[in-house]
T-cell receptor, first 114, second 113 residues
Framework: NAGVTQTPKFQVLKTGQSMTLQCAQDMNHNSMYWYRQDPGMGLRLIYYSASEGTTDKGEVPNGYNVSRLNKREFSLRLESAAPSQTSVYFC?????????????FGDGTRLSIL | SQQGEEDPQALSIQEGENATMNCSYKTSINNLQWYRQNSGRGLVHLILIRSNEREKHSGRLRVTLDTSKKSSSLLITASRAADTASYFCATDGTSGSARQLTFGSGTQLTVLP
């Protein structure tokens, strides 16, 4: 059971470079989410997609863009990476947003911006 | 801004002891969820308690919710070394046009063999 798959697992970028983090889920979930996790701060929501074709900003969207490619895939793009974006990025999926169902997480992408 | 705040930030206990973690939040919620995160891994859902529930059990886990105090607690009984992880509460709030989970900063639990 793959669940939520994130690629790559690790990445080092230079300031100003761009990159896309990939996420795919095989649970037929409607909703997908991107979070970042910084030391001592828990997870903060960057963007989410309630269903295929829709995306919305979360708590910390600046510097990021997303694409809900289809029901399975939700990508996160950094157009011009900054050191402040050094973090661990998690993708999650859920059945229906707001219905009290749990979210299922990938194992994260550890991103360092030099 | 974070909705839930866990207490304590770190907890170290002996195997076999019980571990209690607390979570406080600020606004009304639909439900509150607890997640576990092992080092280097993603979060795993443990248990969900709805706003109209006061207590819920799942195996060695017991969760309580006090909406009047805006607080929840997670009790792990008879802890094992494998319970060593970070534990996060997450609230599903009622405000806004689309509800989202808001996570606290977590409790790092260490169970010593």
């Amino acid at each position: 059971n793959a669940g939520v798959t994130q690629t790559p697992k690790f990445q080092v970028l230079k300031t100003g470079q761009s990159m896309t983090l990939q996420c795919a889920q095989d649970m037929n979930h409607n909703s997908m989410y991107w979070y970042r996790q910084d030391p001592g701060m828990g997870l903060r929501l960057i963007y989410y997609s309630a269903s295929e074709g829709t995306t919305d900003k979360g708590e910390v969207p600046n510097g990021y863009n997303v694409s809900r490619l289809n029901k399975r895939e939700f990508s996160l793009r950094l157009e011009s990476a900054a050191p402040s974006q050094t973090s661990v990025y998690f993708c999650a999926s859920g059945r229906i947003q707001g219905d009290g169902q749990p979210q299922h997480f990938g194992d994260g992408t550890r991103l360092s911006i030099l | 801004s974070q909705q839930g705040e866990e207490d304590p930030q770190a907890l170290s206990i002996q195997e076999g002891e019980n571990a209690t973690m607390n979570c406080s939040y600020k606004t009304s919620i639909n439900n509150l969820q607890w997640y576990r995160q092992n080092s280097g891994r993603g979060l795993v859902h443990l248990i969900l308690i709805r706003s109209n529930e006061r207590e819920k059990h799942s195996g060695r886990l017991r969760v309580t919710l006090d909406t009047s105090k805006k607080s929840s607690s997670l009790l792990i009984t008879a802890s094992r070394a494998a319970d060593t992880a970070s534990y996060f509460c997450a609230t599903d709030g009622t405000s806004g046009s689309a509800r989202q989970l808001t996570f606290g900063s977590g409790t790092q639990l260490t169970v010593l063999p």
